[in-house]
């Protein structure tokens, strides 16, 4: 089981969260989606829109970047995860 840790933000997510979930290739965006937090995903996934970034604030150690389109980061890449959307 992997876990994405929401922390608070007072404009999508006012409290944090804590999401848990066993799907395979599945992407951060649907996860989101999928447990009733606001995203907006206007390419439906295809990484055109960026409207769908996320800032990752640990779990992703190889990479230097902390914002990243969510849709296009898949659960294969990491096993707990913290954000703020
Ligand atoms: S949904 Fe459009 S870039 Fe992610």
């Excluded at 608070?8 to 290739?25: L, M, T, V």
């Excluded at 995903?41 to 990484?47: D, M």
């Excluded at 829109?49 to 604030?57: A, F, L, M, Q, T």
Aim: glycine content about 4%; aromatic content about 14%.
């Amino acid at each position: 089981m992997k876990k994405i840790i929401i922390l608070a933000n007072k404009n999508s997510c006012y409290n944090g969260k804590i999401i848990r979930y066993f799907k395979k290739n599945i992407s951060i965006c649907k996860i989101l989606i999928e447990n009733n937090l606001e995203i907006k995903n206007n390419c439906n996934g295809f990484n055109i829109c960026n409207y769908c970034k996320i800032k990752i604030n640990e779990g992703i150690f190889f990479i230097r970047k902390k914002y990243f389109n969510s849709c296009q980061i898949f659960d294969f890449v990491f096993n707990n995860i913290i954000i703020t959307i």
